[in-house]
């Protein structure tokens, strides 16, 4: 088996034969046809963001690809086509998992179209859903956009009736903001000169911040009474300036959350309602699987840095051709 490890800071290719290793009487090998790349893989390169304890330090967390091998009673069977979320090791040609960390690709959707889908609805479902409550008829305000998770995250509010403000750092990447569904689009180097109208047009009840240091005062002062901030990244830095006057007059409520520690229990529930999702993700116009570019299994580490230079609307995925 190839795969691609994080070690000493550096992007390693390396091969060990899996079949000669003992076989796991409650587990599932895959053959993995596609993965998807996330943030959390360019702070694990870089020692931000090491993986879970027990977990491989093989990079990936979210795959496509065919069952090879299952235990007697499992669901799932050989030659079945499977998407699945797990903490690490979806940078590989092949995967063990557990049943609760798939779940079945229809007919109608690609291994591409499916390597791209698991962790972006996961934490979307997980912070807008379950943590937000998102209701319709509230104003959502999603920062930096433009990647999987911040398109995911403008379709499903708006597909839950809210109104939706959407950031980007690059003016090119406006007009996908609102190709996605956002009502109104601005900048973050426009923050400062954006806030007085928000606030007049009606504040923000909810916010998904991946950002950090830069936006949070921003998101306070916009945020209404009983509001919630959800902070999934610390990407612009993790010192921030905190009034405590404003979060107690306000009522505010300041969340930090990530989906990679999050318990299997928890991921097989927010898998399961990708599941109860997936018709409506693939007939209803107002979904779009956003992908922004296909990279080869030798083009890993170029995929890598076109993610870390911002270059992405969408999700990036590479298709194992080894």
Same mark, same amino acid.
């Given at each position: 088996m190839k795969f691609w490890l994080a070690d000493n800071n550096l992007l390693e290719e390396r091969e060990?034969?899996?079949? %000669?290793?003992?076989? $796991? +009487?409650?587990?599932?090998?895959?053959?993995?046809?596609?993965?998807?790349?996330?943030?959390?893989?360019?702070g694990q390169i870089y020692g931000n963001y090491p993986p879970p304890e027990g977990v491989t330090s093989i990079l990936g967390m979210e795959f496509s690809g065919v069952v090879i091998n299952s235990f007697k009673g499992c669901i799932f069977q050989s030659g079945d086509r499977v998407m699945g979320l797990v903490s690490g090791g979806a $940078?590989?040609? $092949?995967? $063990?998992?557990?049943?609760?960390?798939?779940?079945?690709?229809?007919?109608?959707?690609? +291994?591409?179209?499916?390597?791209?889908l698991p962790e972006a609805w996961c934490t979307v479902l997980l912070n807008l859903k379950l943590i937000g409550n998102i209701q319709k008829g509230q104003r959502v305000l999603l920062h930096s956009a433009t990647g999987s998770v911040g398109s995911v995250a403008i379709q499903y509010a708006k597909y839950c009736g809210c109104y939706v403000v959407a950031t980007t750092r690059s003016a090119e990447k406006l007009d996908y903001l609102r190709d996605q569904g956002a009502d109104v689009t601005f900048l973050l180097s426009e923050?400062?000169?954006?806030?007085? /109208?928000?606030?007049?047009?009606?504040?923000?009840?909810?916010?998904?911040?991946? &950002?950090?240091?830069?936006? +949070?005062?921003?998101?306070?002062? !916009?945020?209404? /009474?009983?509001?919630?901030?959800?902070?999934?990244?610390?990407?612009?830095?993790?010192?921030?300036?905190?009034?405590?006057?404003?979060?107690?007059?306000?009522?505010?409520?300041? &969340?930090?959350? %990530?989906?990679?520690?999050?318990?299997?229990? !928890?991921?097989?529930?927010?898998?399961?309602?990708?599941?109860?999702?997936?018709?409506?993700?693939? %007939?209803?116009?107002?979904? /779009?699987?956003?992908?922004?570019?296909? +990279?080869?299994?030798?083009?890993?580490?170029?995929?890598?840095?076109?993610?870390?230079?911002?270059?992405?609307?969408?999700?990036?995925? !590479?298709? !194992?051709? &080894?």
């Open positions: 060990q034969d899996i079949f %000669t290793e003992s076989i $796991y +009487f409650d587990k599932i090998l895959i053959k993995i046809k596609a993965f998807g790349l996330n943030r959390a893989d360019l $940078y590989a040609e $092949y995967i $063990y998992v557990s049943e609760d960390e798939i779940i079945n690709i229809p007919d109608s959707l690609s +291994f591409i179209q499916a390597a791209s923050l400062e000169n954006s806030c007085k /109208k928000i606030i007049n047009e009606g504040g923000i009840d909810l916010v998904l911040d991946p &950002v950090g240091k830069n936006t +949070f005062e921003f998101d306070q002062k !916009v945020l209404n /009474k009983d509001g919630i901030i959800i902070i999934i990244g610390i990407m612009s830095g993790k010192e921030i300036n905190l009034d405590l006057g404003t979060l107690l007059m306000k009522r505010q409520k300041i &969340v930090g959350s %990530t989906l990679r520690s999050q318990p299997i229990s !928890v991921k097989k529930n927010l898998l399961t309602d990708i599941e109860f999702l997936l018709p409506e993700i693939i %007939t209803n116009p107002r979904f /779009k699987i956003s992908i922004s570019k296909i +990279f080869k299994w030798r083009e890993t580490p170029k995929a890598l840095k076109f993610m870390e230079e911002n270059k992405n609307t969408g999700k990036i995925i !590479v298709e !194992v051709d &080894v």
